[in-house]
Each structure stands twice: as structure tokens, then as C-alpha cells.
């Protein structure tokens, strides 16, 4: 068995311009077809699983002689059967084939990553060479990667091809625990080093506002014309216009904010943990109204960008579940209450805090109760106690607390 070594799978899937006729492909791509056809209505109607062997013996000479390769015969029995597979799983009937698709082993094609071009094996000896029309640094990303299984596809008069990469990854051993906190003005982020001691403290603003006020605006026309604005094609297009405003600004700030947290979170060894947001759904933060509004996909898209960027620099992150996270104590537990604007205070201990501040803490110490004892992801080894408080944050002062860190804002508009 291999190891349990965690592989990373990516797709690159692009259009490919054929060199010359395409017709070898053509054919090449109809036989497949048919042939996939042919073994599934042959185990459709054996109605009995059949192990990888045995359609070897039932299939493979037939298809030799169609003219197929030996990796093509074994793609094409292996598809049928998981499409009969699936077809029965879900009470379907039996599948029959329109599109004109194959899956092609490593064996069967020859890729060229600097002419950027594809050759493909077909049946009886024949060759296509494929020219990928995408820019260079698509395809340069892969470069280091093993490629291992492709899908070629025929349509509408043009050819696609998926080509699957795969990467083992070795995760970082981190040095510090970077917590990010998420909320509707900023996201919040510590760095701790594995003592608990707090390095660095620094705070985003989120352009939730700006997003909300596209928002009202969609919602005020809807309400001015509550049956027709699907119809009138002016009322559609302005709806159509805040919609992609809001898309751009929340894509756009969610590539920016999840590079800058991965070089930082790069630059400190970071392992970095999330909230978990299917948790989050059941807390106070999650409420529907929020949701509709803006709430969670924005958040989700934020941690999407911070999860690629983080795992394409060889980060590690985890997802823990951040209920109570802004309303419990870091010193002693207790319930904190509100005490001024973003201000939090415990009422048995007295201590004071930033309430965003207050949740990357406990995010970082609900990490290290985690992993600190079972010794899975980038254990602290000498992390404090859960119940003894981080050493930076400790003492009357608290003083890393009421710093107001440094506003950085993404957006100078
Ligand atoms: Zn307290």
C-alpha cells in the first residue's frame, strides 16, 4: 500500500486545436463511444458485479480487435462499468451514450509542456497531435507535476481536453498558528508563536458595506416592481449590474486578502485555522436574515481564496468550530459582556478585550485543546494548557488586547 502521503489532483482543462485533419480523432472519439456502448449493454444485461478481471476476459480481446491499444481497451471496460454502476446505484436505466468523450491512461498520450501541445494515441496505430490553446502560465503551473489520466472531448465542432495532474504534497512543519477571525467589518488575524505568545496582530477591513449597498439596491427595485422586473428589460439589467458589482468587489477582495494572509502565513510558518463555517451556521452568527443578506457565501469565498493560497505554498490549515469564540472569556472562561463599541469584558475576572481579538485567541487555544494531545496537525509540542491563558495575553494588562492594531484596507476607493 502507499502511503498516506496527501496528494493534491488538479484539472487542466483547456480547447485544443488539432495539427491537420481531425478526422482520425473524429473516428477515434466514435469508436470509443460504441465500444463503451457495447460493454455496457453487455454487463447491463449479465446483471451480476463484475470484478476488474473478469471483464478483462470478456472484453479485452474484442476490443484489441476493434483496434484499440491495451490501456484503451481497459479504460473503456472500466468507464462502462462505472456508468452501469452508477445508473444502478440511483435506480436509473440503463446508460446510453451521446456525447463523444474518452479517457485516455498516461500511457496513451505524450504531453509537451514548452510547445504546449498534446499527442494522443489512437486506434490502429494512428496519431493526433493537438496543439492547447491557453496561455503559458496556465500550463507552466504544472510543470513538476505528474500528469496521469486525461478526458478528450468533441463539442459543438470543437475539441477539449482535461488533463489530470497530480502532486504529493508535504505539508510545512509549522512554527506559529496563525487564527483568522471573520466578521462583517474585518477580519482579524494573530499569529502565535507555539509558546502562545502573540507575534502579530493585524486587521483587514471587508468591503461587507460597500457589498451591502448594492444589495439594498437590488432588493428596493425588486420591492418597486415586485412582479415584473424579471420582464422589463431596463429594471432586469440595473438588478443584473449591482449583481456583478457585487460579484467583482467580493471575488476581487478575496483573491487580494487570501494571497496577502498566504505570504504572510508563508513568511511565519504558519499553520493557519479557520472557523469552521457549517458550524457556524448553527450560532447567532449564522441567522437566516444575515445569510440571505450577505453573510456566509462571502465568508466562504474569502476562506476558499485563503485555503488555495494557503495549500499552493504548502500550508496546512484547519477548520475548528468557533461557537462561543466572541463570547467566552480567554482568561478564566466566563461569560464576557459588552462593555463599549466592539469592547468585551469579563464579568468574573474584570478582563477587557477587542472582541475580534478576543475571538482569534480562543480560536488558537480551541486548536492547541484540539491537536495538542492526539498529535495530528502541526502539533504545539509545548502549547499551554487550555485552560492557562496564552502567555502574550497574560496578566492584568493585557495589553496586546487593547492595541488597536493597524487598519489596512484593501480598497483605497
Ligand atoms: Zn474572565
Known sequence: MRGEEPVVIEALKVRALP?????????????????VQMVVDRVWSLDTKLSKKKLHRLFYSDLMSMGFRAHH??????????LV???????????????????????????DL????????????YEARLKLVTSRERVERFRGWSNYELVVKYDKGEFWVSIYFRRAVKPLKPRTVMAIDLN?????????ALSGRLLKLKRFKTPHRRILTHRIW??????????SWRFIKGVRRAIERHGKRIRSISWDYAHKLGDLVAELALKYCSLIVLEDLEKLKENGKGDREFNKRLGLWFYRR?????????KERNLEVVKINPRGTSSKCPGCGGKLVEDGHRVLRCRKCGFTGDRDVIATVNLYRRYVFKYSR????????????PDEAPSGVRGNGYEVMKTTSSYMNLYES
Open 374 to 385: 492526539c498529535g495530528v496537525p502541526g502539533v504545539a509540542p509545548n502549547a499551554p494548557e
Open 302 to 310: 474569502i476562506q476558499f481564496c485563503v485555503e488555495y493560497e494557503a
Open 19 to 35: 495539427e491537420g485533419s481531425c478526422d482520425r480523432l473524429l473516428e477515434f472519439l466514435i469508436l470509443y463511444r460504441d465500444a
Open 73 to 82: 481497451a481497459k479504460e473503456v471496460y472500466m468507464y462502462a462499468k462505472s
Open 184 to 192: 462583517f467589518d474585518n477580519v482579524t488575524l494573530a499569529i502565535f
Open 85 to 111: 454502476e452508477s445508473a444502478r446505484g440511483n435506480g436509473g436505466r440503463k446508460p446510453v451514450l451521446r456525447r463523444l468523450s474518452a479517457r485516455v491512461d498516461r500511457y496513451d498520450y505524450r504531453l
Open 218 to 227: 437590488i432588493e428596493r427595485i425588486q420591492e418597486r416592481y415586485p412582479r
Open 114 to 125: 514548452d510547445s504546449m501541445t498534446l499527442t494522443l494515441k489512437l486506434h490502429s496505430g
